[in-house]
């Protein structure tokens, strides 16, 4: 069974550019989690999706961030409009429903020139 | 709001020897989980213990072991046997039973492996 799979692992984009980060759950895990780990920091929660829902984005930027969920396909985490301060390390974690702990993905590394 | 603090930026230990990481939240439910995950350079992250509030039992994971003490808020995490492979950020964190289940995480803990 893959765990969870984002890709891609590094993404270097220039400012004002749009970044696209992509999140493949495990099989059978209908539940997806976003979090933003800036340097020398602990990770941030961002936003849970589950299956072409928004449940909780509480932890998104009023601006520029979305993130979807759809019915087929892995999740995405949208920035547009890129600045330096994105630059950050974005992780993805899904689980099964009930109280399953969360499973981690590799991470994408963001760097905005 | 929970809050997770992890009082130590960075601890060292000698191999074989034993280290205990602190961690302490705040809270005002009474069902939650806590956790340990490890970050190695690598950037994984690696759930390493899980602990549930209503377990007065400490979780144990083979060399992995936890304090957990309700009352305290207190969460600590002791490693035994230290190995070279134990060196990485050591992260605490809590999630609720309710709602969204998003995990909040401390700060983290550096820990190096003196060979």
Request: glycine share 8%; net charge negative; hydrophobic share 30%.
């Given at each position: 069974n893959a765990g969870v799979m984002q890709n891609p692992r590094h993404l270097v984009r220039r400012r004002g550019q749009e970044a696209r980060l992509r999140c493949s759950p495990m099989k059978g895990h209908s539940h997806v989690y976003w979090?933003?780990?800036?340097?020398?920091?602990?990770l941030k929660?961002?936003?849970?999706l589950q299956k072409e829902n928004i449940i909780d984005e509480s932890g998104m930027p009023k601006e520029r961030f979305s993130a979807?969920?759809?019915k087929e396909g892995p999740s995405i985490l949208r920035i547009q409009q890129v600045v330096r301060g994105d630059s950050a390390a974005y992780f993805c974690a899904s689980r099964q429903?009930?109280?399953?702990?969360?499973h981690f993905g590799d991470g994408t590394r963001l760097s905005i020139l | 709001?929970?809050?997770?603090?992890?009082?130590?930026?960075?601890m060292s230990v000698q191999e074989a020897e034993t280290v205990t990481l602190s961690c302490t939240y705040d809270t005002s439910e009474s069902d939650y989980y806590l956790f340990w995950y490890k970050q190695p350079p690598s950037r994984q992250m690696i759930l390493v213990i899980r602990q549930e509030a209503y377990k007065q039992q400490n979780a144990t994971e083979n060399r992995f072991s936890v304090n957990f003490q309700k009352a305290a808020k207190s969460f600590s995490l002791k490693i035994s046997d230290s190995q070279?492979?134990?060196?990485?950020?050591?992260?605490?964190?809590?999630?609720?039973?309710?709602g969204a289940q998003k995990l909040v995480f401390g700060q983290g803990?550096?820990?190096?492996i003196n060979p």
């Open positions: 979090y933003r780990q800036l340097p020398e920091e602990g929660f961002m936003v849970y979807e969920f759809p429903g009930g109280n399953q702990p969360q | 709001a929970q809050t997770v603090t992890q009082s130590q930026p960075e070279l492979g134990d060196a990485a950020m050591y992260f605490c964190a809590y999630r609720s039973e309710q803990t550096r820990l190096t």
